[in-house]
Every structure is written in C-alpha cells, then in structure tokens.
C-alpha cells in the first residue's frame, strides 16, 4: 500500500477535484431554491457531449468545444429554471424534487437519444504518463486538476469581491432580507444557474477527458456529488470543496484500509484476522456515508445549521 | 393468437404495477413520505420468491415469506424517517436502494449475483391471480384510509404539527405505514419473480422506481383509483411503444430512450400543471353540526 500512496492520492484529488466542480452549483441551487435538484449531475452530462458534439463531430479545437459545452449548458440551466423550476417557488421542496427527477430522467435519455449509449471519447491523442513524486499523471488529469483549481479560485473572488457575489452571499442568507435591501433576487437566481450549471457542464467535459463519455455517468455521480454536498452542509460553497476531498480521499483509501486494526484495538485483541471493505462495494462507499450524514448530521461536518 | 398472449402479457405486469404503484401510492400519496428508494421492496420481495423456490417452497407460502420479509424491511427503514423529513430522508432512501441493489450484486453466494437467479415454478391462471390480488391490496388500502388510522395518516401527510398538537405518536403512525407499504410492494416483487422466472440485480434500478413514481404523480397522489388509472396509461405506454419500432425508422436502443424521455416529461409536465395529478384526490368535508 505505501507504495502506491502517491498514486492514490493522485487518484483521490481527481475525484475530489470532479467532485467539487459538478457539487458546486448543487449546493448553491439547493441553498437559495430549498430542494435537491436530482437533474443537476445530467447537465455535466450534458455538457460533456456538447464538448463531444463539437470537439468530435465538428472538429473544434478542445478548449473552444468545453468553453462553448459550458456556456451553453450554463445557459441551458437558466432555461430550466425559467421555463420549469420558476413557477414552483412557493410550493414547497417535493414538487420541485419529484420534478426534478423527471427532467433528469428525460435529459439522461435525451442524450442517449441523440448520441447512443455506446461509450465515447474525445479527439485527443493518448499520452503516456509523466511520472510526478512517485504517481503517473497523465497530461488531460494535469490539465482537469489546474482547470478546477483555477475555476474554483475565480468562484472565491467572484464571490468574497464583486457587488454580484456579495449580492448572492444576501439571497442565500436570508431572501426576504435581501429583495428588501433592494437586490433583484430573481436575477441573482438566474446567475446561480448559469453558473452552477455551466461549472456542472464544465465538469463533465473534464471527467469525459480523463475516462470517457457514457449517458449514465449523470446517474452514476449523484449520489456522490449529493454526498460531497451534504457533508459539506447546503449552501456552504467552500464545505462542498472539503466534502469532495473527503470523500474522494475515502473512497480511494477506503478499499485499502484494513479495519481488523480497529476492530483489534490496535493489536490489543486478536479477534478477526483482516477485515476490508471488498473493492465491489467501492461504488457503494458514498452512499453509505450519504446514510450516515444524513442520519446523525444533516447539517453537515462544517456545521452551518439549516438542517430540515 | 399472438394478440391474445400479448394482452395476456400486459394485464398480468399492469396488475403487477398497479400493485407496487398502490404501494408507493400509500407511502407518498397518503403518508406524504417521500421513499425514492421503493425498489427495494420490489428487490426484497422477488429475491425471497426465487431463493425460497429454489429450496423448494411452495408459491402460496414464498408470496406470504416475500411479503413479511419486505414488510419487515419496511419497518427497518421506519427508523430511518425517525428524524429526517422531506428531501433528506428521500436522498437516503435513493441511496439505501442503490445499496441493496450493490449487495445482491456483488454477493454471489445468495442469490446467484449478477448472473441472476432462475427457478421453475408456474402458478396456474397467473395472470387472473394477479388482477385478483389488484382489486384486494386495492380494498385493502381503501379499508386502511377509511380507518380511524387512515384519517390520522392523512392529517400526517400535510405535515406533522397538527397530528402532534392532537397528541398522536407520529413516528409510530409513519412506522405502520412503511410497514403497510412494505407488505405491497414485496407482494408485487413476487409477483414479479413468478411472471419472469428470472432475476436479476439490473431488474432493480433506481429507474424502476422512477417509473412507479410517474404511475403515482400522473394520476393523482393519495387517490387510489388515480393511481391504478396512472399505472394502466403508463404501461400502455410503455409496453406499447415497443411495437413503434415496426412503423419508426429508428434503432431499438433510441426507441428505448425516447420513451424514457416522454416518461420524464410526462413527470415534468404534470407537476408543472396539475400538480395533484390527472384525478386529484378527492377532500372529504366534515359537517360540523
């Protein structure tokens, strides 16, 4: 195991990294709309096979095909909710979920609709890896990890400097308060989605990069990313930034820790021999912390109490 | 003769779903909880219907074993909306059913693992015994909601205050149901497994709950007789669609999507307008005298 260590901790920021860039306009939607949009996750799939759509089929240079994947997937976000999620503000959070569901459900199909569920892969050529302290990095992993980075850091200023971020920090505080200082809290929505949206579209085209492109990988990480979202507790930006590096780190390290140790008290009992969590329950290691969250802290670890 | 045996085929899995919609219909429709998560009854019951008649049981006493089992696992996931409302409890319970679905993956040993699990017993007149056990889970749950328990079930679904303030246990209330929920939707698994003969863990994607869902909000939640209405358009739909391929110049795989995508819009569209479905639930008034 150590000497994979600096594979796995290359392994877990990635999926942290993913993690983080798709959960960012959850928590934000989730925290200023009040419910769990279930069709967040299909718009990175979406983005992805915009940037397939014309990367592949178009022939566009790679980042022009994720910078357009991104608007237009942002942009498709503000549609939905002008044209869907708008009208159900004041009528609780379950029609909107429930909602919410169909629409992921149609968008999931919508795409195996129009590009096949066989699996894809962008125009890039494949590299081998540079090997960087002891793990192999390949150049698109180096490129997704400074891509989020870079995004993340933007989001930060965006919000802690501009009159727009501080005007986003007052609708998630307390709404009311803020249309009464006059913010238009309608537009501030509208840029919610935008760029949660486009960030989630910006996600899937970085996790199409890194492995390959698949209708159901929408349904594959949202339960994660709602896990990354939960632990980090609703509407707090930079939790969901933690949650993801918790959980990719737990999820990578997780199938590799052996918890006869603990159960052994440390080598003061003999009572199992080795005890670790079997590498085909991997996937079922988020949802399983999502249970326990949400059981015993739905306000999330870094604790900023909305709660039900 | 092939008319015949596809109607057959139809009534038989519409009084299968009509039953595991009935289900979801009490939990959400009537209790007001929100289970994403409703397949693993269907998962518990099938699986205890194929494993309990490769040992040899007869079916009579497998769809009783099946019922109690997921009756069971109802009560088990009661604990769970012990203290979670809403949305919370309805991410849970989405991922809960994932991770049923994971264990019989991934567990060979029980019950055969993704390769599934086979058996070889036929009930005779099947498809009569299934509409018959339709009209029954749907008195049954009629007898329920007009009980002393259903009236208190109803003040629950609008929030749990009220049924506090007049000193009901809601917790326990939000128990029985789960349990009551659990016993239908574990019948409708088995029904299930002795329709197909064959199980397997792709039988219970998260999908499958999904489509009873639109079967609930497409004909109204917490009316019976919408939800039975609900399952009978959705599965000529979709059952129906499979011969489109005959006149569609489109591949089976894209046909198999756009249906998806009419189911998903067909959800959108209906809580965009008519929110309490096609034949919302009817509120009884009391006369006070």
């Known amino acids: 195991m150590y000497l994979m260590m600096p594979q796995l901790v290359l392994n877990s920021l990635i999926t942290s990294a993913e993690l983080a860039i798709v959960g960012l306009g959850l928590t934000m939607c989730f925290d200023i709309l009040k419910f769990a949009n279930f069709a967040h996750t299909e718009l990175a799939v979406m983005g992805a096979y915009l940037g397939f759509l014309f990367n592949v089929q178009l022939n566009w240079s790679l980042p022009l095909s994720f910078l357009l994947a991104a608007v237009l997937t942002g942009l498709f976000g503000m549609l939905t909710d002008r044209v869907v999620f708008k009208r159900m503000r004041e009528i609780g959070d379950v029609i909107p979920m429930i909602t919410s569901l169909g629409l992921s459900i149609a968008m999931r199909n919508g795409v195996r609709a129009i590009w096949g569920s066989d699996i894809r892969v962008y125009n890039v050529e494949l590299s081998a890896g540079t090997r960087l302290l002891g793990a192999y990095i390949t150049p698109s992993q180096i490129w997704l990890l400074s891509i989020v980075f870079v995004a993340m850091i933007g989001f930060h200023l965006l919000l802690k400097r501009t009159k727009l971020g501080k005007a986003m920090r007052a609708t998630s505080d307390n709404r009311a308060l803020a249309e009464a200082s006059s913010i238009d809290t309608e537009k501030v929505v509208l840029f919610v989605w935008f760029i949660g949206a486009a960030f989630a579209g910006l996600g899937g085209c970085m996790i199409g990069w890194d492995t390959q492109l698949d209708p159901m990988m929408g349904f594959m990480i949202v339960i994660p990313v709602f896990c990354a979202v939960l632990l980090g507790g609703i509407g707090n930006v930079y939790g969901v930034m933690l949650g993801a590096l918790i959980l990719g780190f737990v999820q990578n390290f997780g199938i590799f820790f052996d918890f006869g140790g603990i159960i052994n008290l440390g080598g003061a009992l003999q009572i199992v021999d080795r005890l670790m969590i079997p590498v085909d329950y991997k996937p079922a290691i988020p949802f399983v912390i999502l249970v326990i969250i949400l059981l015993f802290r739905p306000s999330g670890i870094m604790g900023k109490q909305k709660g039900k | ?289």
């Open chain 2, 1 to 289: 003769m092939e008319l015949f045996s596809f109607l057959h085929y139809w009534v038989t899995i519409t009084a299968i779903y009509s039953i595991f919609a009935l289900s979801l219909n009490f939990q959400y429709g009537h209790g007001g909880l929100v289970n994403f998560g409703q397949v693993f009854f269907f998962c518990f019951g099938a699986y205890t219907v194929a494993i309990s008649a490769n040992i040899g049981v007869n079916p009579t006493v497998s769809i009783v074993l099946a019922m109690g089992v997921s009756g069971f696992v109802g009560y088990l996931m009661s604990y769970t909306a012990r203290n979670m409302g809403g949305t919370y409890w309805g991410i849970a319970t989405l991922s809960v059913g994932e991770i049923v679905r994971l264990v019989f993956l991934n567990e060979d040993w029980l019950a055969g693992g993704a390769n599934g699990i086979s058996f070889d017993v036929k009930i005779p007149y099947f498809a009569t015994l299934t509409v018959i056990l339709t009209v029954i889970s749907f008195g049954f749950t009629k007898m329920v909601m007009h009980s002393p328990f259903g009236r208190v079930l109803k003040t629950i679904r609008e929030g749990d205050d009220l049924p506090l303030s007049l000193g009901k246990d809601v917790f326990n209330f939000k128990k029985k149901t789960m349990v009551i929920g659990g016993i239908l939707g574990g019948l409708a698994g088995a029904l299930f497994a002795y329709q197909k003969q064959f199980i397997n863990p792709e039988d219970f994607f998260p999908i499958e709950t999904f489509i009873v869902w639109a079967m609930v909000v497409v004909g109204g939640r917490g009316n019976d007789m919408g939800t039975l209405f609900g399952a009978i358009i959705v599965q000529i739909f979709y059952v129906g669609t499979r011969f489109a391929k005959d006149f569609l110049p489109l591949g089976g795989d894209t046909l198999a999507a756009l249906r998806m995508v009419v189911i998903g819009l067909l959800i959108v569209l209906i809580m965009m307008y008519r929110s309490k479905g096609l034949i919302p639930g009817k509120r009884r008034i009391y006369k006070v005298e």
